[in-house]
């Protein structure tokens, strides 16, 4: 699964989502990645719940297409 495809998944899963994803630093693996969100969605939500939000999104793609992903959620005031 691309890059690009990973983004539109979290995009459309999470309510004006902005997604950056990127190979994870050192990866070898196409299916290890690092993902940027930022929504106004994780305004007042803990990080495991902005973190719960992104697995959500991505669904079964986390045990299917992606092996391990680093997350970074924002709101738009805090990136």
């Known amino acids: 699964m691309d890059?690009?495809?990973?983004e539109q998944l979290i995009?459309?899963?999470i309510e004006d989502a902005e997604a950056?994803?990127?190979?994870?630093r050192g990866a070898e693996e196409d299916d290890h990645l690092a993902a940027r969100v930022v929504s106004p969605t994780f305004d007042g939500e803990s990080l495991?719940?902005?973190h719960q939000?992104?697995?959500d999104a991505l669904g079964e793609h986390?045990?299917?297409d992606i092996h391990a992903i680093e997350i970074e959620t924002y709101t738009p005031d805090e990136a």
């Open 3 to 6: 890059t690009d495809e990973v």
């Open 11 to 13: 995009e459309a899963g």
């Open 20 to 24: 950056t994803v990127r190979p994870s």
């Open 48 to 50: 495991v719940d902005r």
């Open 53 to 55: 939000l992104v697995y």
């Open 62 to 64: 986390m045990t299917t």
